[in-house]
């Protein structure tokens, strides 16, 4: 449209101002181009301005300045509308009521989820619970089925606290309750990991770690491979994720932190940090402690000296602050306590709280707040002990803290939030293992690319209709018993007849071809089939040792084997007398149970001559 106002701008974004009075005929030429006949000093000069005219102008006509009057007059009432306008365009924007939402499960149902992180692109996410397992999703590859591409154990047996993404996205820092951070890349293989402490050394800075379990871990926002983590041993610790040394074990590892922070309370006792941040500007780290305080750390400065900004009373103390967070301008900071308060501080000036909000419920150390995209908004959740009460997602303004909605009621205690500033989609991770992702209707990114997809259709060549499917192993003769233990097994054995050895039983009736008159042995059954003339001789009682002898004369006189072969060769057989012997001995020597000891027994004489007596 062409109007009054006198601006006319070509498609290289010139303007060319010009006045009612200057302007007085608009032509068409032949080459589709506007000339303008200006006046200048009474003179008329005619002169072309702009590239060629497009073809949705070719058809101007004389209407035109008539709608160009109308404008102008509704010109005025239209810019009064615009703030309203405005105004409910974000309202409608950052209304989580009509947002669509997304449930994913994270795994266990019985294991809260401790984090949710997007990458800053939205491309990625990486979830983390109390069920030691840590996930990743990408939402380009999925589908409507919501399923993960990759899960990892990455600690063993601790409870994962978070686990967030780097500025570029490439590297995932996870803490968990052991006392050695870990870096990973962004498929989910491990980078390094922090060196282990000397926990016998009681000055936390000659130690190259932490000694004690961790509680929570950031990046910072301004260099990429610089990151903080914070443990219980009081100290927060400054690492440098390039700075990576093999050890012994071909083992990667950060072999010592290269900045240190004791976090002390007023009375300069130890005090642990359970929360922290980074400012917008990446100079300064806020921790929040235990004893209640919000402490900042100037790192251009001596980190050994005191903090630059110390809120003492900022929460109760002895509950531990479970997450401090900034606005995108730097400004306001919003932090959640262990008794049950929301807080929103201005940060240029921190004497005394701007707003407050109490009796938000907080039972988990990782529950969290996250500010909208456009500043103007701040999440938190709200968590409940089973089923005793109803957990809450509520959404406060960020001036005063008051209700900008009324509070979304959740099936399970809220644990952790984000509001992606890129995708404007809100994540929450909740005490029964379920995510979800709530997203406008115009979104086309994020968890919005797999909602669009359809779920895969099952192929013909996957199903199988009433045909059995045989298990290996499943008949009992080929199934593999299970393991018991010695003394059952060894009573099991008992009874088994083949394993035990058990004799046979005598048989009351036939059995397994087996009868009773046949014997319940063998034996008995070769004693059934004996001769008749040996059961005569059992019936007569006569043992076989009377019989054999009966025919030793018979024997003696009418040799059958050797004794005939040396009968007449050899002499007659003269038989050995032992006890002839034994007595002529004793005789000469004397019984030897009347020899002395220690005396020489005498040696017979073997030149006698002896007699023997019949």
Request: proline share 5%.
């Amino acid at each position: 449209e062409i109007t009054n106002s006198s601006f006319i701008h070509s498609n290289d974004d010139n303007i060319i101002n010009s006045t009612d009075s200057d302007i007085k005929n608009i032509e068409i030429n032949s080459n589709k181009s506007i000339v303008t006949t200006v006046s200048s000093d009474g003179e008329d000069d005619d002169y072309e301005i702009g590239p060629p005219i497009p073809k949705e102008l070719l058809n101007i006509s004389e209407s035109t300045s008539k709608n160009a009057d109308e404008f102008n007059d509704n010109s005025s009432d239209n810019d009064e509308s615009d703030d309203e306008s405005d105004d409910n365009v974000l309202l409608y924007k950052y209304n989580i009521n009509l947002y669509k939402d997304i449930i994913m499960n994270h795994g266990n149902a019985n294991k809260p989820v401790s984090t949710v992180c997007l990458d800053p692109g939205g491309a990625r996410l990486v979830t983390a619970g109390y069920d030691f397992q840590l996930r990743l999703w990408d939402f380009a590859s999925m589908n409507r089925n919501f399923k993960w591409f990759r899960e990892l154990t990455p600690c063993e047996s601790h409870q994962l606290f978070s686990a967030t993404f780097s500025l570029s996205g490439h590297q995932i820092l996870v803490i968990a309750g052991n006392s050695q951070p870990l870096v990973l890349d962004r498929d989910g293989h491990t980078v390094a990991e922090c060196v282990k402490g000397d926990q016998y050394i009681t000055d936390m800075s000659r130690t190259a770690g932490h000694v004690a379990m961790m509680h929570s871990g950031c990046w910072s926002p301004r260099q990429v491979s610089q990151f903080a983590t914070s443990s219980a041993d009081g100290t927060v610790r400054l690492w440098d994720s390039t700075d990576i040394w093999t050890d012994y074990m071909k083992k990667q590892i950060y072999k010592h932190h290269h900045s240190l922070i004791k976090c002390r309370t007023k009375d300069g006792h130890r005090t642990v940090a359970t929360a922290m941040t980074w400012t917008r500007d990446g100079h300064c780290l806020v921790t929040g402690c235990r004893d209640g305080s919000i402490l900042s750390w100037d790192l251009r400065r001596n980190l050994a000296l005191r903090p630059t900004i110390a809120i003492r009373t900022a929460h109760t103390p002895s509950t531990d602050p479970t997450a401090v967070a900034f606005n995108a301008g730097g400004d306001n900071l919003a932090t959640r306590g262990g008794d049950d308060t929301l807080k929103l501080w201005d940060w240029r000036q921190t004497r005394s709280v701007l707003a407050e909000v109490r009796d938000l419920s907080n039972l988990y150390p990782t529950t969290n707040v996250a500010f909208s995209p456009d500043d103007r908004l701040i999440v938190t959740g709200t968590s409940v002990r089973g089923n005793h009460g109803r957990a809450t997602l509520n959404v406060f303004n960020r001036l005063d803290l008051s209700y900008y909605m009324d509070p979304i009621i959740t099936p399970s205690s809220v644990i952790c939030v984000q509001w992606h500033s890129r995708i404007n989609q809100l994540l929450t991770g909740h005490a029964d293992g379920s995510i979800v992702v709530r997203y406008p209707s115009d979104s086309q990114k994020g968890a919005a690319m797999a909602a669009a997809k359809s779920k895969p259709k099952l192929k013909q060549s996957h199903t199988v209709v009433e045909e059995p499917i045989f298990t290996p192993h499943a008949l009992p003769s080929l199934r593999k018993d299970k393991v018991k233990m010695p003394h059952v097994q060894a009573v099991l054995d008992r009874k088994d007849p083949m394993k035990s050895r058990r004799p046979d039983l005598p048989l009351d009736r036939g059995i397994a071809g087996r009868t009773k008159t046949g014997g319940s042995s063998l034996a008995h059954y070769v004693a059934s089939m004996a001769p008749k003339d040996l059961v005569a001789l059992n019936e007569n009682k006569e043992s076989i040792r009377e019989r054999i002898l009966r025919h030793a004369d018979v024997a003696d006189k009418q040799p059958m084997w050797i004794t005939p072969a040396y009968k007449r060769t050899q002499p007659d057989m003269v038989h050995h007398d032992k006890e002839a012997e034994d007595a002529r001995e004793d005789e000469v020597t004397g019984p030897l149970w009347k020899k002395v000891r220690g005396e020489n027994r005498p040696r017979p004489n073997t030149n006698a001559n002896y007699c023997f007596l019949e």
